[in-house]
């Protein structure tokens, strides 16, 4: 898997839980609807484009309703980190079965758009694919804009102070409620594009969530949960460990980044960017 | 206007006000004292919603403020300046302060709110670029000040600003008090530091395991030191 | 006894009035099965309070390992199933150890990752284990001489070889849950930190609950290959860990029944419910998050509840008379080093970040003293307390208790050394009743891991936490859950858990905090009479209390000690006045 791709959907991830200390199951949905959004855009469309814009804001609004409809009660419960857990586990098993009821059990094939296929130029023996120099630069240019996002606007501002410190942001008189729909629209919305535009390098199934949210917990972890460097690091370390390990063989990849993240939580639990206090429940 | 009328509060199971009524006029400067464990931060938490008043009612320009959520009774009007500070450790004192705008005016007005923070409290202007966390403590009081005020409150509630800090603070928050007092902004105090409390304000409740036992204008008690060391002392 | 009994009658006789097929029969087993898998996971989430999202490992491991025996060894179907079961032991053992680090749902993420590794290990393994076409080849199952019975394609006597095994599993698991292990797991359960501070060694009571978990889920395991007569690599796969999460969370945690109805509805779901709803998934995904948000205790869980109504306990009219602290207290008379010093401590320090909390402590408490500490707001009483009590380490200095150095030493061996102390904020066994906060309080004296036995049977334990609810004027209240009592009556069961374990040194943290003038005074004369009997370290911000009942008084300025005497001298002392008036 791509080093960008986990990044992106990483990032989602780990924002989700650092301001709202919920480890969302549900995430990796959100990344197989985007690329079924994707799909649906160009097959109604034709616009692989289109589809980049549209996955993210459908997908987004879909995080509106799961955050206001079902996560929304449990907040401030007893053991509401867990039934977190328990809650978005739940939806990672309906909607797939969602999702078959709508567009059938087997894949759907989502093709390279004509202007990125093919080979950009030769490295050596290696073909570099203009299709992964555009997921690449792609990522390059969101990053950034993120990053602005997250250290330049109100709404990050509000994102970071409740990272911190909940309590005190209401009582400067700032609705949170709010806030944390819009986030975890935002992670939703990421993962969604993250999906789409991973959709023509693999295959767009139902399943297609449950290993990438492993993958994404994973690079949390050893990034560091709640943190942007260490999810761009983690994602990128774990990404190009599985790439390159992946190619020696394959199934090996999978048992490495495993037990990099035991090591991680056993030596250093906090990650390698994670700040101190957020390893424990 | 503020009025608290028969609060009682809880933590778990533990009573910890016990109908408690005062009220703040317009403009006022009232103290509340108290030893540990008295009440007095309770009253505070109470009166912002933090803790759950169980009966009673609290009112604020007559209207009912019992059961919102604390970030409406900021929007109506009532800052609270914490005891631990909660200064954002992870954003600089701009950041900071800037938080405090985002209901008034989203941040558009940042540099005529710089003005009046620097007025009161020059040493944070050579700080604004440094994170929270590093801020010594003095600087983490004056930051937190400057923040509550910054959500253009009626009514400051300040919880022991001059706890753990040096002596040569107290008059920095005399100073301060009576500045904001003097544009129009009403404080309730929370203060171990009696001299420091009578001097800055015109009444004083005397709490006790969560009872009011005493009302008194400030210089009254300020005069009267076996009621002082009843309710006070060791 | 009669459920159990009615339950073995009811399973001995299914076949004959049900009216199956092989097929039926074939999935009733299965439900069997699961149902064992479901209780041993319960043991984990139900009773020692670790939610688990690993235990495919366990049941996997098994499941190759009783298939490989079976497969490529041709090994006795006993011997199989019982390496099956230790596998998942082992495999537990090995996870928990890893694993226990951490706590709540970070840990339960450890444990789907790390059982993901032996997916892996499987998948790749192909040679050995058939990878994604799974373990096949099984030899005709038969029981071992002298019984020899067939099992592969007699699915009766699978039915009932099964069901016996499922049976004798689930007395076993029963046993060892009603044993005083059993209550300890739950003691860590309500309260893991009370438990800690009773004695128990918290994380190794969660590793061998661990085992436990483990080795039954490991005979679920073997069990299941028995069934299927083939291993399908989805045995091991995460999705077996959810799957049995939710066949426990349908039929209720902490019942012995509920496993097994959550199993059955599973596999109805799975089974039945796909065949008229091609999309079922939809419809268990719902049916758990529905359950989830409002039905938290299962369906079972929430039927129990219903159906035992609770006696209403009867307010006891409030007793005058005042308890004898000669049955409270059996505190060493003769404890303390040669000066009679019994705690002390030597420039404590403690530091946080750039604040120093506690600085340089001297503090040193005499047998049959009783002390208070008192100071200002910030003062570091809280911290000072639990440095003392091994909840926090110091940063500098030393702790010697009785001459000897104790610097450093974890929560429950502090305890087992004979220093208790009750909590400002209401510590008590929320879900266990009064007479189980002190009972399991004084079992933390006798025995930590007995598997065995009825704690009911151990006498002296029952006895010495009756005595307590009786001077403290609890025992009326002694089957109310202790979340449920009045707050005096916490705070006095709050004392009764601490003086439960026998304790020479009792720090009490602000005994009186929230009460009445009346319990106030009520409380303050129980300290005073405690006092003598057992040395007593108080916490306390009533000045009243604490100048009518010390015999010395440390206060607290900063972290440093600023005077220290009886309460007349610290009246009279102008730097105490000082720092308290400020004026």
Not at chain 1, 191 to 202: C, D, H, K, Q, R
Request: overall charge positive.
């Amino acid at each position: 898997m791509n080093g960008c791709i986990l990044v992106l959907v990483a990032l989602g991830l780990s924002i989700v839980f650092g301001l709202m200390g919920i480890i969302n199951f549900a995430h990796g949905i959100f990344y197989m609807l985007g690329a079924y959004a994707g799909w649906l855009t160009v097959h109604l469309t034709g616009s692989f484009w289109l589809a980049l814009l549209a996955a993210p804001i459908a997908v987004g609004l879909v995080g509106v309703l799961v955050e206001r409809g079902v996560l929304k009660r449990i907040y401030g419960t007893r053991n509401a980190n867990f039934a977190g857990v328990l809650v978005t586990y739940g939806l990672a098993i309906m909607i797939p079965d969602l999702v078959r009821m709508t567009f059938g059990r087997p894949g759907k094939p989502f093709a390279v758009p004509e202007a990125l296929t093919g080979s950009l130029f030769r490295l050596g023996a290696i073909d570099v694919h203009r299709y992964r120099v555009f997921i690449l630069l792609v990522t390059a240019v969101l990053l950034p804009l993120l990053w602005l996002l997250l250290n330049k606007t109100n709404l990050g501002l509000v994102i970071r102070a409740g990272t911190s410190d909940n309590l005190m942001v209401q009582l400067l008189g700032i609705n949170v409620a709010r806030t944390w729909t819009i986030t975890y629209a935002l992670g939703a919305a990421l993962a969604a594009f993250a999906g789409v535009i991973t959709a023509p390098l693999v295959a767009v199934a139902p399943e297609m969530g449950g290993l990438v949210l492993i993958e994404c917990f994973i690079v949390t972890v050893v990034g560091g949960m709640g943190s942007f460097v260490g999810a761009v690091v983690g994602g990128l370390l774990i990404g190009e460990t599985l790439a390159l390990t992946g190619m020696l063989y394959d199934v090996l990849a999978d048992v490495v980044i495993y037990l990099a993240m035991a090591l991680v939580l056993l030596v250093r639990p906090r990650g390698l960017f994670g700040q101190e206090g957020m390893s424990e429940e | 206007m503020l009025r608290v009328e028969g609060v009682d509060a809880y933590y778990g199971l533990s009573h910890v006000l016990q109908g408690v009524s005062l009220t703040i006029g317009a403009g006022e400067a009232v103290a509340l004292l108290g030893r540990n464990g008295a009440g007095k931060t309770t009253t505070l938490k109470t009166i912002m919603a933090v803790v759950r008043a169980r009966r009673g009612r609290i009112t604020w320009n007559d209207v009912d403020i019992t059961s919102l959520p604390p970030y409406r009774i900021v929007q109506l009007g009532i800052g609270y300046v914490p005891e631990e500070r909660r200064v954002f450790p992870n954003l600089t004192v701009y950041e900071n302060l800037r938080m405090a705008r985002l209901t008034v005016d989203g941040g558009r007005r940042m540099d005529e709110y710089l003005e009046r923070v620097f007025a009161l409290f020059p040493p944070l202007q050579q700080r604004l670029d440094n994170k929270g966390r590093t801020l010594s403590g003095g600087e983490q009081q004056m930051l937190t000040m400057a923040r509550s005020l910054g959500t253009d409150p009626k009514l400051l509630l300040i919880d022991e600003p001059t706890e753990g800090l040096m002596p040569a603070f107290v008059d920095t928050i005399s100073r301060t008090i009576g500045e904001i007092q003097r544009q129009g902004v009403a404080v309730l105090l929370v203060e171990q530091n009696t001299r420091l409390a009578l001097e800055s304000t015109q009444r004083v409740y005397l709490i006790e395991k969560g009872v009011i036992k005493h009302e008194a204008r400030s210089g009254e008690l300020a005069r009267d030191a076996e009621t002082r060391h009843r309710y006070l002392g060791v | 006894m009669r459920g159990l009994a009615l339950a073995a009658l009811v399973l001995a006789t299914v076949p004959l009035y049900a009216d199956y097929t092989p097929f039926y029969l074939g999935l009733l087993t299965e439900v069997l099965v699961f149902g064992l898998f479901a209780l041993a996971y319960d043991v984990l989430l139900g009773h020692a309070g670790v939610l688990s999202l690993g235990h495919s490992a366990f049941v996997g491991v098994a499941a190759y390992t009783t298939g490989l025996l079976l497969a490529r060894y041709r090994a006795p179907l006993e011997l199989s199933v019982l390496a099956g079961a230790v596998g998942g032991l082992v495999t537990a053992l090995v996870l928990g150890a890893l694993v226990l680090r951490k706590r709540g749902v970070y840990l339960a993420m450890l444990t789907l990752a790390l059982s993901q590794v032996f997916y892996y290990v499987v998948l790749m393994w192909t040679p050995v284990t058939g990878g994604t076409d799974g373990l096949g080849n099984l030899p005709v199952l038969a029981l071992s001489e002298p019984l020899g019975w067939r099992l592969s394609k007699r699915p009766v006597t699978r039915y009932y070889v099964v069901a016996a095994v499922v049976f004798l599993a689930m007395l076993a698991i029963r046993y060892l849950l009603r044993s005083p292990f059993g209550r300890v797991m739950r003691a860590v359960k309500a309260n893991e930190t009370r438990a800690a501070a009773c004695g128990y060694d918290t994380r190794r009571v969660k590793l061998v609950a661990f085992a436990i978990s483990g080795l039954f889920s490991g005979l679920a395991g073997a069990l299941l290959t028995v069934v299927l007569e083939f291993v399908p690599i989805e045995n091991i796969h995460w999705q077996m860990s959810g799957a049995v999460l939710i066949m426990t969370l349908f039929g209720g945690t902490g019942t012995l029944l509920g496993p097994f109805v959550g199993a059955g509805v599973f596999i109805w779901m799975r089974d039945f419910l796909s065949k008229y709803l091609e999309y079922w998934e939809v419809f268990v995904g719902a049916s758990f998050v529905l359950i989830v948000l409002f039905l938290p205790e299962g369906i079972v869980g929430t039927l129990a509840r219903l159906v035992t109504r609770r006696r209403a306990a009867p307010v006891s009219a409030e007793e005058d008379r005042l308890p004898e602290p000669e049955r409270l207290v059996r505190a060493d008379p003769r404890s303390g080093d040669a000066d009679g010093r019994l705690l002390e401590s030597r420039g404590l320090t403690k530091r946080f970040g750039g604040l120093t909390a506690v600085d340089r402590v001297d503090f040193v408490v005499r047998r049959g003293e009783l002390r208070s500490v008192i100071g200002p707001n910030g003062a570091g009483k809280t911290t000072f307390f639990n440095l003392l009590t091994g909840v926090l380490p110091p940063s500098a200095g030393r702790i010697l208790w009785k001459g000897a150095d104790i610097t450093g030493q974890p929560a429950h061996k502090i305890s087992r050394l004979g220093i208790a102390r009750s909590y400002q904020i209401t510590n008590i066994f929320g879900d266990l009743t009064v007479f189980e906060n002190v009972r399991i309080a004084a079992q933390s004296r006798v025995t930590h891991y007995r598997f065995w036995g009825n704690p009911d049977r151990l006498t002296a334990v029952n006895e010495r936490a009756e005595e307590i609810l009786r001077e403290l004027g609890l025992s009326a209240r002694r089957d109310v859950r202790g979340a449920e009592l009045s707050h005096g009556e916490q705070r006095y069961l709050e004392i009764g858990v601490a003086l439960a374990t026998d304790p020479d040194f009792l720090l009490l943290d602000e005994p009186t905090a929230g009460m009445s003038p009346d319990e106030t005074r009520r409380t303050a004369a129980l300290v005073r009479r405690l006092a003598g009997l057992v040395t007593i370290v108080v916490v306390e911000h009533d000045m009243e209390v604490v100048m009518g009942i010390s015999d010395r008084i440390t206060v607290l300025n900063y972290g440093e000690v600023l005077a220290e005497g009886t309460p007349a001298e610290i009246r009279e002392n102008a730097d105490v006045r000082r720092v308290y008036l400020r004026d």
